[in-house]
């Protein structure tokens, strides 16, 4: 690898292991791609200081920051702690206000606090918290890519997208969003590349528009 190799570290969804990346590839002579996984939180952890715990993890300077869904608010808050090269979203929001009113609604009453329980070992529910959409048909893509099923983990996780306290979008951040996601609905999101029939699970089945457009979103100025 040269000195102009460019670092992309990719941050999965909520609940969802790296391997949802497997399918993603750069060109190798400009590109090294770094697959980042979940940490359990500590007691009472804030996403902040989760984010700078996540950040040893980052072996590079000037790196790429790629999130989706969670993962997307979590490379936001690291992006805080460091600086990158560009930093890019996926299938998630730049700010509070892209939130879905439920959401919104689950921080106001704090509903939040007694999802987890159900979700631990659910795998079904758990797609449908993580995912949404029908799952029935889909279970066993869910059941491999779907593996944080920690109780404490999750309880942290949806506490910490309901309750994301982030007012102003960052400057620079590219937000690439499917206009068919039903966790964060397109109705919500301002200034996103569209992709069209894109879902909430696209960084799986439209990898390819993201291994031929990725590159050059990276390179742009």
């Known amino acids: 690898m040269n000195e102009a190799t460019i670092h992309v570290y990719l941050m999965p969804g909520m609940a969802a292991n790296p391997t949802i990346f497997e399918y993603i590839e750069l060109p190798k002579n400009q590109f090294e791609i770094h697959w980042l996984e979940w940490m359990l939180p ?6 902040s200081d989760y984010a700078l715990r996540m950040v040893n993890n980052i072996k590079h300077d000037n790196v790429v ?10 490379v936001q808050e690291m992006s805080k702690h460091i600086q990158v090269k560009k930093l ?16 919104i609604l689950a ?5 939040y606090a007694f999802v987890p329980t159900q979700l631990a070992g659910n795998i079904e529910l758990l797609a449908k918290y993580a995912l949404g959409g029908s799952v029935k048909k889909r279970l066993d893509l869910y059941k491999k890519y779907l593996s944080v099923n920690d109780s404490r983990y999750l309880s942290w ?25 039903l966790v964060f609905p397109i109705k919500n999101i301002t200034n996103c590349i569209t992709i069209k029939n894109g879902t909430h699970i696209m960084i799986i089945n439209k990898y390819k528009w993201f291994n031929e457009n990725l590159p050059r979103i990276i390179l742009e100025n």
Do not use: R, Y
Not at 65 to 74: D, R
Not at 88 to 103: A, D, G, R
Not at 107 to 111: H, S
Not at 169 to 181: S, T
């Open 157 to 181: 996780a949806i506490k910490q997208i309901v309750c994301w306290n982030q007012n102003d979008i960052l400057p620079g951040v590219v937000h690439i969003h499917g206009d068919k996601d």
């Open 42 to 47: 500590l007691e009472d952890e804030s996403l």
């Open 88 to 103: 890019i979203i996926i299938s998630s929001v730049k700010s509070m206000h892209e939130l879905p009113t439920h959401m």
């Open 107 to 111: 921080k106001k009453t704090k509903a």
């Open 65 to 74: 920051l790629i999130g989706v869904s969670f993962g997307g608010v979590l």
